[in-house]
T-cell receptor
Framework: AQKVTQAQTEISVVEKEDVTLDCVYE???????LFWYKQPPSGELVFLIR??????QNEISGRYSWNFQKSTSSFNFTITASQVVDSAVYFCALSEAWAGRRALTFGSGTRLQVQP | SAVISQKPSRDICQRGTSLTIQCQVDSQVTMMFWYRQQPGQSLTLIAT?????????ESGFVIDKFPISRPNLTFSTLTVSNMSPEDSSIYLC????????????FGQGTRLTVV
């Protein structure tokens, strides 16, 4: 069965610091998708990125970057020069590609607090 | 990306009553899902809402407690029945789109408090 582990329960940084959120996953499928979502205090889930298992290129979007390493089953998320608005709970999630199973399995989340 | 409208956004309900949550999507989608997020916890899949057939429930969730309807490809409802304080959670609707339905988008959630 699939599993997503976010070992960091809570991280606190000071504004402008870089921070990396860890995500380790388990799956028996060779085709799968990994996601990161941001959940601010208002509760909605904001989609950040989706990455498929065949694309190991790292991705950068503004202050956000993602490092996907199949060899270690990790999909880590880095925020550069963090800002107070980055304070939220961040979830990593996995979707397996076999027929009938498209729902996401979520990690437990990492609460990021960015202090001014 | 799909635009998902979920109603109500929040509610406070008396124990023993039921609440129906609606999820409306602005385009036809094959896959619709319902998740629960208990306070301070992660998201857990309740069920997959199948159009034209009964929902597929995950372990620990039953139809009598969480009946789901999916009358067409743009709409679904989740009912939380005979509520107790333990049902206080955020309930989220999600849809799958794109190749192999791997685009996953969420409604804004329904924050339910049972008193």
């Amino acid at each position: 069965a699939q599993k997503v582990t976010q070992a960091q329960t809570e991280i606190s940084v000071v504004e402008k610091e870089d921070v990396t959120l860890d995500c380790v996953y388990e799956t028996r499928d060779t085709t799968y998708y990994l996601f990161w979502y941001k959940q601010p205090p208002s509760g909605e889930l904001v989609f950040l990125i989706r990455r498929n298992s065949f694309d190991e290129q790292n991705e950068i979007s503004g202050r956000y970057s993602w490092n996907f390493q199949k060899s270690t089953s990790s999909f880590n998320f880095t925020i550069t020069a963090s800002q107070v608005v980055d304070s939220a709970v961040y979830f990593c999630a996995l979707s397996e590609a076999w027929a009938g199973r498209r729902a996401l399995t979520f990690g437990s989340g990492t609460r990021l607090q960015v202090q001014p | 990306s799909a635009v998902i409208s979920q109603k109500p956004s929040r509610d406070i309900c008396q124990r023993g009553t039921s609440l129906t949550i609606q999820c409306q999507v602005d385009s036809q989608v094959t896959m619709m899902f319902w998740y629960r997020q208990q306070p301070g916890q992660s998201l857990t899949l309740i069920a997959t809402a199948n159009q034209g057939s009964e929902a597929t429930y995950e372990s620990g969730f039953v139809i009598d407690k969480f009946p789901i309807s999916r009358p067409n490809l743009t709409f679904s409802t989740l009912t939380v029945s005979n509520m107790s304080p333990e049902d206080s959670s955020i309930y989220l609707c999600s849809v799958g789109q794109g190749a192999m339905n791997t685009e996953a988008f969420f409604g804004q959630g329904t924050r339910l408090t049972v008193v």
